[in-house]
């Protein structure tokens, strides 16, 4: 395949964006290249863009500065000093709108006292005015008046066209008025009025222009310090991270950067100390905090051959690490490009605000126009009046709340999902979480702490016990599945393990190979029959039936032709199975079991942790067959999983969550990600989804009906530029301000 040929993934970061209308113009200018797709995020101001062919992302950035944005390729995510937090591009945005806010302020609330308040106003008083409105108009809202006038060098209008547009034009018909009309006369009178009637050619409108711009300034330095508090969580994971490491080489600690640090590298934590990144712990033993990133209070006991996670903290002993897994490749890294990945996607509804911002702007324009003619056309009302709603029109309009509402609830919904354990892949998980109605819980690992023992061992007449342990133990070494496991390390406590020969995985059905000379079976007494046809001896028969009315599960074990003995092998339930299933019921939730194991296990721990649907002894490969069985059913099935074998039901079923202490295929297949293993944080994760796409449904339907019923007020005449202006700046604060209320999310 030639380069050509492959779709290759970037993300930019986009400046100079200013509403909605500026994501929904540079996206589309993207998406008019050859090869290209793009996402722009507004409130995140990153476009996620895929291209093919000869395209470049040297050719993206072009055609974004082309717009009239500017636009870099960011470099990858690093743990970064906390101290240096404050002084990132957004923080100085927020500090340049509070410097203009400030001063703006303190020049405007004068001349909105003089102007509204006739026992205020003495001879002269609009020409002090002027002076103290003039630098608000020209130097406080040269933000918009910039942005205004670069779009309108690419043939665009954008929310700040609207704003300067209407800044300019009351701060114009202010200066006609005190030049050529009375209203320059000493002792002119003027009185505030709430609906754009009366007033004549002389009333002047220069505390419009300057209230204005002071409550958007006011409204764009709240929103850009809610931005920055929305994507705290992200930053704060990125953070997380130790900034140096002591190495171990040539017998000596070396303290380097951690950056620098390298594959197999052995490096020291001491008590207190961050972990560096992934490893195995070498030796010493220690509690180490994972809450930071599992949300779990409870440290977590380690020893020599745990795996231990990048940024969790010794609480206790000295240890030395391998490292097994460094930079990009980290859990810790990876949560980060899940999360920034999550938040810069859109949900469905927000591909409608996006389409109503993109031709928002030029309708409003119109539709000021529109109403200033019918004014002057259609009322006796002196000029002023007609003037007064049309700059009301432009004024009120925000397509900014329509353009905030889903992402800030996205930025806050995802970061908050990260600090308690909980990764959400993307918006368009959440529509999934609401229309859920049954939850497929795999029971090993998942429901059950998957972590298989030996209960006890059953052999045939004339068989010894220590000899089938080792031929089973031998075997079962060669495999990765939790029973498998549990039967080698029993076996290896009593004997060495033999080498095995044509090893073969029968697909959950067992297991077979060659030890020690001998043709080894062990698995399902079913697929032994199928095999070789045996007849196990009645005890042991009776000795499985017993096992599995218990609850555990029977390996049979045969070789030379008949069987030999069964192991019988148990797991337990985890300690908040019972409380996530009865969690899970008081969502609405249908909770089915899933499993390969015999139905008497299955039914068991079913029956313990309060699930009376159970579907056992299935193979991995059918998996996927039942969730489609429950999905023609007509249910929107939830699937949780945390193995390989789990990875394809994952992905088949409507909304999957993968464990995080399962396999990175199953993770990937899943479209929720549970870090702390716990199932109690399965019903968190669909309650934290779905109270972000109330937030997202809850933002747009005040965006929509803010403009619905502010607009017609305006262009009739029933609202003040003045009180226009606050409405407008208010209308975003309280979307990003709702939005912020997800960080009070709190599992139970």
Known sequence: MTTADTTRDVELTIGGMTCASCAARVEKKLNRMEGVTASVNYATEKAKVSYSGDITPEDLVATVEATGYTAAVPAPPQPRDAAAEDTGPESDEAAQWKQRLTVSALLTVPVVALSMIPALQFDNWQWLCLTLASPVVVWGALPFHRAAWTNLRHGAATMDTLISVGVIAAYLWSLWALFFTHAGMPGMKMTFELFASGGGEEHIYLEVAAAVTTFIAAGRWFEARAKRRSGAALRALLDMGAKDVAVLRGGTETRIPVDQLAVGDVFVVRPGEKIATDGVVESGSSAVDESMLTGESMPVEVAPGHAVVGATVNAGGRLTVRATRVGSDTQLAQMARLVEDAQNGKAEVQRLADRISAVFV?????????????????????????????????????????GLATPTALLVGTGRGAQLGILIKGPQILESTRRVDTVVLDKTGTVTTGEMTVASVHVAPNESADEVLHLAGSLEHASEHPIARAIADHAAQTRPLSGVESFENHGGRGVSGVVDGRAVLAGRLAWLRDEWSPTPPSSLRHDAQAAESEGRTPIWVAWDGAVRAVVVVSDTVKDGSRAAVSELRELGLRPVLLT??????????????????????????????????????????????????DAAALAQADLGLAMGTGTDVAIEASDLTLVRGDLRAAPDAIRLARATLRTIKGNLFWAFAYNVAALPLAALGLLNPLIAGAAMAFSSVFVVSNSLRLRRFAPR
């Open 362 to 402: 030029p309708i409003v324009i119109g539709l000021s126009l529109l109403t200033l003619a019918a004014w002057l056309l259609f009322t006796d009302d002196p000029v002023s009046a007609a003037f007064t709603s049309a700059v009301a029109v432009l004024i009120i309009a925000c397509p900014c709340a329509l």
């Open 596 to 645: 390969g194991d015999n139905r008497g296990a299955a039914e068991a721990v079913a029956q313990e942790v309060g699930i009376d649907e159970v579907i056992a002894e299935v193979m991995p490969a059918d998996k996927v067959q039942v969730i489609e069985r429950l999905q023609s059913e007509g249910r929107v099935v939830a699937m949780v999983g945390d193995g390989v074998n």
